[in-house]
């Protein structure tokens, strides 16, 4: 599964991003997708899930409310709408997929590559 991560940038705190992940390929909605971040120094977290059956989503305490995944099997794209954007939210953000097989919270096996969000004070 290829993974085509785009949509960061530079945001003041407060504002909005919208991330998109493209998956070419007839089997996108046989996976899992998932959007994790990385900061250096830190182990890269699971920020958001949603099911391959887009029934369940998972988010992590710290962006509950604020983010939002979805996705659009038609366009094999999943998206990470991202508001109320805080410094602590700066990462880079890496798109994932898993088999529906695997858990929701992974671990996932095929990744994307990363686009930096910077979220300025």
């Known amino acids: 599964v290829q993974l085509q991560a785009s949509g960061g940038g530079l945001v003041q705190a407060g504002g909005s991003l919208r991330l998109s992940c493209a998956a070419p390929g007839r089997t996108f909605s046989l996976y899992h997708m998932g959007w994790f971040r990385q900061v250096p120094g830190k182990e890269r977290e699971l920020v958001a899930a949603?099911?391959?059956?887009?029934?369940?989503?998972y988010y992590a305490d710290s962006v509950k409310g604020r983010f939002t995944i979805s996705r659009d099997n038609a366009k094999n794209t999943v998206y990470l709408q991202m508001n109320s954007l805080k410094p602590e939210d700066t990462a880079v953000y890496y798109c994932a997929a898993a088999e529906a097989s695997r858990f929701l919270r992974g671990p996932y096996n095929y990744w994307g590559q990363g686009t930096l969000v910077t979220v300025s004070s």
């Open positions: 949603i099911s391959w059956n887009d029934i369940s989503t």
